[in-house]
């Protein structure tokens, strides 16, 4: 069922838009530059200015307010407008403007639009690019259909620090992983065409090096070196570059003391003219104005002087662009050029939209809206459980705990075994809450009468004020039960004595882990732990069942349970899909994206590190004084990279090396032979990584550079042979040269980041 399922699915979409494309009207020919010089040379300073104008309707900015604005031509695009009667009601107040110059309407479609899939984290645990494009191609098919034109997604911040709220929405630590599922996620968004009618347009954020924010604190400064920020953090976003996105949302952080969104450097020299961007360039929210509390700008009007010239098209919520650049452009403060350019950018990405050739092209008539926005139909259910489903990782599973027997009685304890909102996670986009089917409903959907469930909900998500006070601020996301504490884990405990296996569903509200969600510590929270602790001393077999958007500590989890399945956040049909692992009816092989500590005081803790002078070895027992690890704690990761497990078992036979010698411009192939020596059909992702030995500069101990996800039927083997050619050798020098070196280098098969065997090959 694994990959054969997705591509499946997969393959009725891509017909699906292929008939839709086919059907739409042919682009008139006339010259995009030409059109553009034509209709900027009509417009006025005001009019200008407003195609600066990124604006979202909220209690600081009505809707009458906006729609007079549109009449006026003082809005070049909206975001958070979703459903098609609202866009309409926007888009036909254009016609009302002097020039008529379309709108285009956003909104952050990060993990699917009205039907979720797992969060970004999840996603990228898939190690699939068909499940991940299948995700894409339903997200734009759903975005379309709603009227809107673009997605702020994807999000491809490399970071190495789980206390990082926003690592929920990004592919995680490593940088040929993330640089994948950038390009795959733009190409899914846009296809070959992104004006097309189930087209959306990407915007890659957060640009750039958000994900490094020292300490993991949202919004704070990035302070790194020009080899570290070319080699590991900048390539995820040149790659959704070359995919072709027209959009890139600048970041809300400073890197090296400059701030993004003030940043020549980052807008100008290197995405326009060494990266040859030539789409739109989007402040994020609040941005521009935050100059001042950046401390760069004495005032708002500097803020818009600074943004402008650094290279923002154009200005998300602040208004600072309209405010304050006539009157900076009459006193001579700023020049015309800076403005027009602004402009022709953003034109130029409504001309890629087809904007101009159909302004309601996503619309359509008002016949053609649906009945009921949020109507059954609309959702691609079979495709969010295919995709839920590749993205779990089974974390430990011993003496075969699962998969679970339909039979017995089952107890399903804990805050996140029936909460729906939860299950859909952080940046859920359109999605509704009441149309996500909770793990207790995925249980009861899978056994029928073949079992009793016995359901206690054990603990609320914690019973800290301040965590509590921090995920109910705007509205009440985690409700909280009022009873004493150790009334709901003896009501937990009680249904765990009647029951042959205890299943948990513990872990993270989804309000833990979003923007501004830092963690300070990565445990699971104490009050669910006491659960766990009550629970395992029934003698019950111990499954727990993890939502949260980030890795934790899991410990005493891992010296306790039975059986620990990841699962994140798993989208509209998550309680089905964990059915599915839990049941046996879909075997696991999701591989972790992210390092998994042992104490938060690891952290950045990643497998791609450099080496240092004094390396400690991974067997060291003693004091190991002299060499860089703590004395306190057992070194090295609780989970690894890549790492993840299966209902069956696999074998890999030595590497094989077509030869030991690579000129450069040669090729050599590294070749192993996967067995599947279990019981059961699976899949798992075999993995290349590669270490320069020695080079000018010190150069990380691996570095992974290929991967294939197979599937095999017990008994059977496949040849897994990975292609090596001089290009997967280069790296950023001293100098910033792309280039590589001569010499010895380590090559690195296996199932996940540590366990590998080796082999040695010499580029010459």
Request: aromatic share 6%.
């Amino acid at each position: 069922m694994h990959k054969r399922c997705v591509v499946g699915v997969l393959a009725c979409l891509v017909g699906f838009s292929m008939a839709v494309e086919a059907q739409a009207p042919a682009e008139a020919k006339q010259d995009k530059q030409a059109f553009i010089d034509d209709l900027l040379g009509r417009m006025t300073l005001d009019e200008k200015l407003g195609q600066l104008n990124l604006v979202s309707i909220g209690d600081d900015y009505p809707r009458e307010t906006a729609m007079a604005q549109i009449r006026a031509g003082q809005v070049g695009g909206m975001f958070n407008t979703v459903t098609k009667p609202d866009i309409r009601r926007m888009q036909d107040q254009v016609e009302h403007s002097r020039l008529k110059i379309p709108l285009f309407y956003a909104y952050d479609v990060v993990h699917g639009h009205r039907t979720i899939f797992p969060i970004s984290l999840g996603l990228a645990a898939s190690w699939d690019l068909e499940a991940v494009a299948l995700s894409g191609r339903v997200s734009a098919i759903e975005a379309a259909a709603d009227g809107l034109n673009m997605t702020f997604s994807p999000m491809v911040d490399i970071t190495r620090d789980p206390r990082w709220g926003r690592v929920s929405e990004g592919f995680g630590e490593d940088t040929y992983l993330t640089s994948k599922m950038s390009e795959v996620m733009v190409r899914a968004y846009q296809g070959e065409d992104p004006s097309a009618p189930d087209r959306i347009m990407a915007s890659v954020k957060h640009f750039a090096l958000y994900g490094a924010a020292e300490g993991g604190r949202d919004y704070n400064t990035v302070d790194m070196s020009p080899q570290r920020m070319h080699q590991d953090y900048l390539p995820p976003y040149k790659a959704a570059v070359d995919a072709g996105a027209g959009g890139v949302m600048v970041a809300l952080n400073a890197v090296n003391g400059e701030p993004a969104t003030a940043s020549r450097w980052l807008l100008r020299d290197l995405l326009r003219q060494q990266w040859g961007f030539g789409g739109v360039t989007l402040s994020d929210h609040g941005a521009v104005k935050s100059l001042i509390e950046h401390g760069v700008a004495a005032n708002e009007p500097q803020t818009a002087k600074l943004a402008l010239e650094a290279g923002i098209d154009m200005d998300m919520h602040d208004r600072m662009f309209g405010l304050h650049l006539p009157g900076l452009l009459g006193r001579g403060e700023v020049q015309q050029a800076h403005i027009d350019e602004a402009v022709r950018n953003v034109l130029g990405v409504k001309w890629d939209m087809g904007l101009f050739a159909d302004a309601y092209r996503h619309l359509g008539p008002a016949s053609s809206d649906p009945v009921d926005t949020n109507a059954e139909e609309r959702l691609h259910r079979a495709e969010s459980r295919a995709v839920a489903r590749t993205a779990m990782v089974l974390l430990k599973n011993e003496a075969q705990t699962l998969p679970l027997a339909r039979q017995g009685t089952l107890a399903l304890v804990g805050p996140l075994a029936d909460s729906k909102l939860d299950m859909i996670g952080s940046w859920s986009a359109a999605g509704r809450a009441e149309q996500a089917v909770t793990l207790l409903e995925g249980l009861r959907n899978a056994v029928g009468d073949q079992a009793r469930i016995l359901h206690a909900r054990g603990a609320n998500i914690s019973d800290d004020p301040r965590v509590l006070g921090f995920v109910n601020d705007a509205e009440i996301e985690s409700p909280v039960d009022p009873r004493p504490a150790q009334a709901m884990i003896d009501e937990a405990v009680e249904a765990a004595r009647q029951a042959d296996v205890v299943i948990a569903a513990v872990g993270e509200a989804r309000g833990m882990a979003h923007e501004s969600a830092s963690r300070s510590d990565l445990n699971i929270p104490e009050n669910q732990r006491a659960l766990l602790r009550a629970l395992k001393a029934t003698g019950k077999p111990l499954v727990l069942v993890l939502m949260n958007g980030r890795p934790l500590t899991l410990n005493w989890e891992h010296e306790n349970a039975g059986a620990i399945l990841e699962t994140w956040f798993s989208g509209t049909e998550g309680g089905n899909a964990i059915a599915d692992v839990l049941f046996g009816d879909y075997n696991p092989s999701g591989k972790l994206p992210m390092t998994f500590p042992r104490s938060v005081g690891q952290v950045p803790l990643y497998y791609s590190e450099l080496n240092t002078g004094r390396p400690a070895k991974p067997d060291e027992t003693g004091s190991g004084k002299y060499t860089s690890r703590y004395f306190d704690i057992e070194n090295g990761p609780l989970y690894p990279f890549g790492y993840g497990l299966s209902y069956t078992e696999f074998s890999l036979s030595p590497i094989r090396m077509s030869d030991t010698r690579l000129g450069r411009d040669g090729q050599l192939t590294a070749s192993v032979t996967l067995k599947n020596i279990g019981t059961r059909e699976g899949a798992t992702v075999v993995q290349l990584y590669l270490q320069d030995i020695t080079g000018s500069i010190s150069r990380p101990k691996k570095e992974l550079k290929g991967f294939e996800k197979v599937t095999l039927e017990p008994g059977e083997s496949r040849q897994v042979s990975f292609p090596i050619s001089e290009a997967d050798l280069r790296f950023f020098n001293a100098s910033l040269q792309w280039t590589s070196e001569p010499g010895d280098f380590n090559l690195y098969i296996g199932l996940d980041s540590q366990d590998v065997q080796q082999q040695r090959f010499t580029l010459h």
